[in-house]
Nanobody, 121 residues
Framework: QVQLVESGGGLVQAGDSLRLSCAGSGGIYTVAWFRQAPGKEREFVAGVSRSGYIPLIQDSVKGRFTISRDNAKNTVYLQMNTLKPEDTAVYYC?????????????????WGQGTQVTVSS
C-alpha cells in the first residue's frame, strides 16, 4: 500500500522560499505536485519521472519552482522560490503507477493529505 505524506508547508511572506517534501514516493514511477486554492480546481504544478530527468513544470511557476526526487530517500521535493500571494493553496503530492507525466488529477492513483502554503503580501 502506497502512502504519500507531504510536509514543509507554512505561512511565509511574498518573496520567501519553501521546500515541500513528499515521503513515500520512491517506488512510484511518476510523481507530481498539484495545488488547490479555495474555490478553484486542483491544478498541476510540476511532475517528475522515476529517473528524475526532464521534469514538467507549469508555466506559471517556471523559473521559480523546481521538482526533484531522491529515490534513495524515498522522497520527492518541490522547491518554491520567490513565492507570490497567488501561490497560496493546499499542495498535494500525487503518484501514478505508469510512466508519463500527466497534468490531469484523475490520472493519478495515489494522493497525500496535502500541506497548506500561505503567502502573505
Amino acid at each position: 500500500q502506497v502512502q504519500l505524506v507531504e510536509s514543509g508547508g507554512g505561512l511565509v511572506q511574498a518573496g520567501d522560499s519553501l521546500r515541500l517534501s513528499c515521503a513515500g514516493s520512491g517506488g512510484i514511477y511518476t510523481v507530481a505536485w498539484f495545488r488547490q486554492a479555495p474555490g478553484k480546481e486542483r491544478e498541476f504544478v510540476a511532475g517528475v519521472s522515476r529517473s528524475g530527468y526532464i521534469p514538467l513544470i507549469q508555466d506559471s511557476v517556471k523559473g521559480r519552482f523546481t521538482i526533484s526526487r531522491d529515490n534513495a530517500k524515498n522522497t520527492v521535493y518541490l522547491q518554491m522560490n520567490t513565492l507570490k500571494p497567488e501561490d497560496t493553496a493546499v499542495y498535494y503530492c500525487a503518484g501514478r503507477s505508469t510512466y508519463g507525466i500527466v497534468v490531469r488529477p484523475a490520472a493519478y492513483d495515489y494522493w497525500g493529505q496535502g500541506t497548506q502554503v500561505t503567502v502573505s503580501s
